[in-house]
């Protein structure tokens, strides 16, 4: 059985709604950040890098959030989360999801971990107003894209797999001092057309969170 290593409300968020969407059977493996099981060497097996999450299926041991749906979108070809492979369609799933796990991404954690990138709390706040600009900044991309065509999802009429990425780090915002990505023209009703979809309410209840949802 597929087995994702979780912990709620990170990166681990957009595989789990992968799954549910998928309808297949999956065991779900919570990792006790606070109790420093990233750490163990066990976990450091499966991930060197230490970081959540991590996809067991078989003999596959797969990390990178990004890596992980498309692993599993790849393998269930007819849950429509990805457009047919060599479509333009495609192409831009890929651009967007690329897009969203190494630069939207990596702005948030440089927002919630700034003293990774310095050392005093003066340089750690001013690191962290940086990164908090250049997240609105980045949002404001995915709210154009959004205004750009007619249809419902952020490639046009299909939720696929960048929709489910672009909510979870969405979500990440959802306490920022000032606007959140929900505030967003654009991005606020797209935000609740995917929290209506019904595996993504089976990932927010099995993951046990609470509101604000995004």
Not at 133 to 152: F, N, R, S, T
Not at 167 to 184: P, S, V
Request: proline share 7%.
């Amino acid at each position: 059985m597929i087995r994702l290593h979780y912990s709620p409300s990170t990166a681990s968020m957009a595989p789990h709604m992968v799954l549910e969407e998928l309808g297949v059977a999956f065991e779900l493996v919570k990792i006790d950040r606070e109790g420093g099981e990233l750490d163990s060497a066990a976990y450091r097996k499966l991930n060197p890098n230490g970081l959540i999450p991590v996809l067991v299926d078989a003999d596959l041991v797969l990390y990178e959030s990004a890596a992980i749906c498309l692993h599993l979108a790849d393998t269930h070809p007819g849950c429509g989360l990805l457009p047919p492979v060599g479509t333009v369609a495609r192409a831009h799933c890929y651009k967007w999801l690329s897009w969203l796990s190494t630069t939207l991404q990596q702005a948030l954690i440089v927002y919630f971990y700034p003293e990774r990138w310095a050392d005093s709390a003066d340089a750690q706040a001013q690191v962290k107003a940086h990164a908090g600009q250049k997240v609105l900044l980045l949002l404001e991309q995915i709210d154009a894209q959004l205004a750009g065509h007619a249809g419902p999802w952020l490639l046009g009429d299909a939720c696929t797999l960048p929709d489910l990425y672009a909510m979870m780090l969405c979500r990440w915002t959802r306490n920022f001092e000032g606007r959140k990505a929900r505030d967003f023209t654009h991005i606020g009703p797209w935000l609740n057309r995917v929290l209506s979809r019904p595996a993504v309410q089976r990932v927010l209840a099995r993951e046990e969170l609470q509101p604000p949802w995004v």
